[in-house]
């Protein structure tokens, strides 16, 4: 079993609309939780970082964080065409690793 | 600027051939990380260091040599080891033990191809 888990999509969304981005993990000790984005040939830079139950938002972002499920999101909302990367999602598993998932590819129409 | 650089960005060896690709950061961070990236793939993680003189073995570490001789700089040798070096490879540091320690931030990355 996969450590970290992201369908790999392509999940297409029309501009305007909430975007919504899912990742499992299985370590339940699991204390930090990361999401990048990356554009197509680029380094992945950080969106947000949650270590708390619930949600966390930054402008058109939020994270939400569901330990209890070992689940984390990220909800982009009104989303715009230069939003179209990939999402990578990354969770600390102890010794200061993080564990990357395979990415969502987020394709945002005009 | 404070941030993190990766040289070359595009890098093209030889079979047989040894190759370092150089990483150095200004952000006066304690660890830095090399991992690799394939096509439609996660990131693996190479080798990690979390003080200078000290590194460890990540996850996919055979073929790859590492040092870490200044706080700065964290190069990575690519040996003749390795039979599949084509990939994307990206450098990351985070602070540890300031901030948000466990909080990774990425260079350009370097584009290794084998010809």
């Known amino acids: 079993q996969k450590e970290v888990e992201q369908n790999s999509g392509p999940l297409s969304v029309p501009e305007g609309a909430i975007a919504s981005l899912n990742c499992t993990y299985s370590?339940?000790?699991?204390?930090?939780f990361f999401w990048y984005r990356q554009y197509s040939g680029k380094s992945p830079e950080l969106i947000m970082s949650?270590?708390?139950?619930g949600d966390k938002e930054d402008g058109r972002f939020t994270a939400q964080l569901n330990k209890a499920s070992q689940y984390v999101s990220l909800l982009i909302r009104d989303s715009q065409p230069s939003d179209s990367a990939t999402y990578l999602c990354a969770v600390n598993t102890g010794f200061q690793k993080l564990v990357f998932g395979t990415g969502t590819r987020l394709l945002v129409s005009p | 600027d404070g941030g993190i650089t990766q040289s070359p960005k595009y890098l093209f060896r030889k079979e047989g051939q040894n190759v370092t690709l150089s990483c150095e950061q200004n952000?006066?961070?304690?660890?830095m990380y090399w991992y690799r990236q394939d096509p439609g793939q996660g990131l693996r993680l190479i080798y990690y260091?979390?003080?200078?003189?000290?590194?460890q073995k990540g996850d996919i570490a055979e073929g790859y040599s590492v040092s870490r001789e200044k706080k700065e700089s964290f190069p990575l040798t690519v040996t003749s080891a390795q039979k599949n070096p084509t990939a994307f490879y990206l450098c990351?540091?985070?602070?540890?033990?300031?901030?948000?320690?466990?909080?990774?931030?990425f260079g350009p990355g370097t584009r290794l191809t084998v010809l």
């Open positions: 260091s979390q003080i200078v003189n000290d590194f």
């Open positions: 370590d339940r000790v699991s204390q930090s």
């Open positions: 990351a540091s985070s602070p540890r033990t300031s901030g948000s320690p466990d909080t990774q931030y």
């Open positions: 949650i270590y708390s139950n």
């Open positions: 952000l006066n961070h304690d660890a």
